[in-house]
């Protein structure tokens, strides 16, 4: 009788010892360490080709501006390159910069994203054709980001990068430029941005390249959506 006595004495030992210890805290770093090597295993299944553009809902302070605007989700976009062994995207941000993958990615709500390809790229996008596309795009890195959408080359916003790197290396217009009077300037959050940016004198007639307007495009397919 007295066995499985000290059986359970036993087990009930152990149990208060391990509840006793302290437990070990995670480093600084480790959860965003780890989401960022799941992240890293996820884009090696995925065929993702340099010159690719990808997309996703920013959580900026004014992507609610730009989708109420656009009426579309998608309010941020940027270019993949390959650089050193890792794929980056080229942005613009404050300022235009290159911003591994991997912490691009988690940027967007949700972590979704949709990755377009220009439909004939096999033909396109030639190596000659994607050295004069990193070319093209280096040439913005360190500029400021454009609050004002204008279309000089001084200050430059997501989208407008995108337009004029492609435009520059393959001659493609890919989405159709519209003047700012076209979108929906209506919403009160639309109009307290523009009286933000512009004050009274809004320059409705400044060509803009919206990401819908790209996401949209017939020169693109999707090949990745997560």
């Known amino acids: 009788m007295r066995r499985p006595l000290s059986i359970i004495l036993a087990v009930l030992f152990i149990v208060l010892a391990v509840w006793a210890c302290p437990r070990r805290k995670k480093r600084p770093g480790y959860f965003k360490r780890a989401r960022r090597a799941e992240l890293t295993t996820m884009l090696i299944t995925l065929k993702l080709h340099e010159g690719d553009l990808i997309f996703h809902t920013s959580q900026s302070a004014q992507s609610r501006a730009i989708q109420l605007a656009t009426h579309s989700p998608y309010s941020h976009c940027g270019l993949l390159l390959r650089q050193g ?3 980056q995207v080229l942005e613009a941000v404050q300022p235009v910069r290159l911003t591994p ?3 691009w990615i988690p940027r967007g709500q949700g972590g979704h994203f949709v990755v377009k390809r220009l439909r004939d790229a096999d033909q396109v996008l030639t190596p000659a054709t994607l050295r004069h596309l990193l070319r093209a795009g280096q040439q913005y890195r360190g500029k400021d980001y454009d609050l004002y959408f204008g279309w000089s080359d001084e200050r430059i916003y997501c989208s407008e990068l995108l337009w004029k790197v492609y435009h520059e ?3 493609r217009q890919i989405g159709r430029l519209q003047k700012l009077r076209e979108f929906d300037l209506s919403h009160p959050a639309v109009q307290a941005k523009l ?3 512009y004050g009274d004198k809004l320059p409705l ?3 803009v390249i919206s990401p ?3 996401f949209d495009s017939p020169e693109l397919v999707t090949v990745v959506e997560k």
């Open 195 to 197: 009286r933000e940016r």
């Open 85 to 87: 062994g890792e794929w």
């Open 212 to 214: 819908v307007r790209m």
């Open 205 to 207: 007639d400044e060509p």
């Open 101 to 103: 993958l991997e912490e």
């Open 169 to 171: 290396a393959t001659g």
